[in-house]
């Protein structure tokens, strides 16, 4: 248990450290994780138990003499096999019901801690890389106030992006998920990807070979956001943990998977739905069945009749404008599936 524990300081001593926690926020932490943890470490404690318990009979000859005494191996090992079997009932129920709580509380719990003082990423003088894909750098500044920011962005790969204000302020979000700087009296420099170069009629390459154009602009006050998807949990709220599969019994997982089963039945059936009702085909065999409902009605004309294709259309037996006309509709409806997709 000690070493997992341990494993749990290592993976969130950065969120810890520097936050001013109170001991018995620390130990309330180490409470929920501690029960979160069992599962993992009552099986091994319950090895190494056996082995030292049996090893001692063995090794005081206890063992020999209850096999003298007429008692086979299996008689011996009763007791702690009927210890084992309500031990591991016991496990099953507490991993049911107990460590859905017990993560909910401690994922909650470190997520107000990491709620607290984000400025304290900030150091004055040096560049701050925890947020992932930007650099920051502060002159001085104290609480969420500071005076020479300078944020470089590498969220696109594409574009240098460098942002410098003479002051600003920092917050969070409601829902903590971006950060805001609100600046002051600074500017925006950018340099974009390189540009093809241009040839001229003359085939020769015009300007120069090599262009990456920039850009900058300056401002009085803006408003510049963060994403902090990298640096927090994404739930702000107790209630919206619950829908993690860390916080589900077996029932409630269950009833989970059979619920998105429906859903994923359900968009799986309207995308085959939209897709037939765009294909020709699917088109046609709709018309033909039902101008064969509507035979006997006189409104249907003998020339609406003869829309009906006979024969599936056959690509390699299309003309070449056909197939052109044919490739470019294609085209425009996977067009439209891919703008529907994103």
């Known amino acids: 248990m000690f070493i997992l524990i341990m494993q749990f300081f290592w993976k969130y001593i950065d969120d810890l450290m520097g936050k001013g926690l109170s001991v018995s926020v620390i130990l309330e932490l180490l409470f929920y994780v501690s029960a979160s943890l069992i599962p993992l470490a009552l099986p091994l404690a319950i090895l190494l138990s056996s082995i030292m318990t049996l090893g001692n009979l063995a090794e005081n000859n206890e063992l020999t003499a209850l096999k003298s005494s007429g008692m086979s191996l299996y008689k011996i090992l009763r007791p702690l096999t009927g210890i084992v079997i309500i031990i591991a009932i016991s496990t099953f129920y507490f991993a049911n019901y107990v460590i859905p709580v017990a993560n909910l509380k401690w994922h909650s719990l470190i997520f107000d801690i990491q709620q607290t003082k984000i400025s304290s990423i900030l150091t004055p003088g040096t560049y701050s890389k925890e947020l992932e894909g930007y650099a920051i750098k ?29 002051s600003g302020n920092v917050y969070k979000s409601e829902n903590g998920k971006f950060l805001f700087f609100e600046l002051k009296d600074g500017y925006v420099a950018e340099e974009l990807a390189p540009a093809s170069p241009n040839f001229g009629p003359d085939g020769k390459v015009h300007g120069s070979a090599s262009t990456r154009p920039s850009r900058r602009s300056s401002f009085d006050q803006a408003t510049y956001k963060i994403d902090l998807s990298g640096f927090i949990l994404d739930r702000s709220d107790e209630d919206m943990f619950k829908d993690k599969h860390e916080m589900l019994n077996v029932f409630q997982i269950n009833y989970t998977l059979d619920s998105i089963q429906k859903n994923a039945d359900g968009i799986v059936d309207n995308f085959l739905k939209n897709l037939k009702a765009d294909h020709p085909y699917f088109i046609a065999k709709q018309f ?10 006189p409104q249907i004309s003998e020339q609406d009749s003869t829309l009906t294709p006979d024969s599936l259309i056959v690509f390699k037996d299309l003309s070449v404008g056909q197939k052109l006309a044919a490739i470019n509709l294609a085209q425009s409806r996977l067009r439209n599936k891919l703008q529907n997709l994103d």
């Open 138 to 166: 502060i002159d001085e500044g104290t609480n969420d106030t500071f005076k020479g920011i300078l944020i470089h962005d590498h969220t696109d790969p594409t574009i240098i992006k460098s942002v410098r204000a003479k």
């Open 288 to 297: 033909s069945e039902n101008s064969k409902l509507n035979e006997s009605d």
